[in-house]
């Protein structure tokens, strides 16, 4: 079993920036490939950025892409999301998955995710 704790979320004003981190614990990290999806109320969850197991290759939906900045480090069992250049559409719950396994893949649809964290509240103000 992996448990996930994200981190970092809050108020932020238009334009501003804020990273995120996921911790992972129960399973080797570097087995793991990571995603980042985000849900606002009467929508579904979406995706936002992924990154395969070693970290060296990411994939960005075309809302973040530019902005965001998806990372992993192995070591410290972290991946994180840096969020730049903010904007109200932004605002949403931002939620951490992993899926065990990948290899040089990224996986980009909630279904190919076996666990998630409990969401991290992002709010950006205009």
């Known amino acids: 079993q992996v448990q996930l704790v994200e981190s970092g979320g809050g108020l932020v004003q238009t334009g501003g920036s804020l990273r995120l981190a996921c911790t992972a614990s129960g399973r080797t990290f570097s087995s793991l490939s990571m995603g980042w999806f985000r849900q606002t109320p009467g929508k579904g969850r979406e995706f936002v950025a992924a990154?395969?197991?070693?970290?060296?290759?990411?994939y960005y939906a075309d809302s973040v892409k530019g902005r965001f900045t998806i990372s992993r480090d192995n070591g410290k069992n972290t991946v994180y999301l840096q969020m730049n250049s903010l904007k109200p559409e932004d605002t949403a719950v931002y939620y951490c998955?992993?899926?065990?396994?990948?290899?040089?893949?990224?996986?980009?649809?909630?279904?190919?995710?076996?666990?998630w964290g409990q969401g991290t509240q992002v709010t950006v103000s205009s």
């Open positions: 998955a992993a899926r065990s396994g990948g290899g040089v893949i990224y996986y980009i649809r909630q279904s190919e995710y076996n666990y």
């Open positions: 990154i395969i197991r070693s970290g060296t290759s990411t």
